[in-house]
């Protein structure tokens, strides 16, 4: 059974930081490729981020040279650290794991970010 278990979350003011992790437990970790998405109120879900299971990542064009993805398979947990944090980027924050087995899509509850102007 895979869980994932997001943390980090909070309220910052524009221009802060934090940093997200995201614990997956019930597969080998390191084969899957790992995902951010975050969604705000009103709106579709969207990808944030990606790192695969060969380390390569891809940010969506809004985050890019703000946010980074990372991955720790000894611990088999992905971060993603935001800073330069906008009011726009108020969102609850998903972690999705890829099953290297069987391609299926695994979600964590969310942990929400909001960011004040």
């Known amino acids: 059974q895979v869980q994932l278990v997001e943390s980090g979350g909070g309220l910052v003011q524009a221009g802060g930081s934090l940093r997200l992790s995201c614990a997956a437990s019930g597969s080998v970790f390191s084969l899957n490729d790992m995902y951010w998405h975050r969604q705000a109120p009103g709106k579709q879900r969207d990808l944030v981020a990606t790192i695969s299971r060969h380390l390569h990542t891809d940010y969506a064009d809004s985050v890019k040279g703000r946010f980074t993805i990372s991955r720790d398979n000894a611990k088999d947990t992905v971060y993603l650290q935001m800073s330069g944090l906008k009011p726009e980027d108020t969102a609850v924050y998903y972690c999705?794991?890829?099953?290297?087995?069987?391609?299926?899509?695994?979600w964590g509850q969310g942990t929400q970010v909001t960011v004040s102007s």
């Open positions: 999705g794991l890829r099953l290297y087995s069987t391609d299926e899509m695994f």
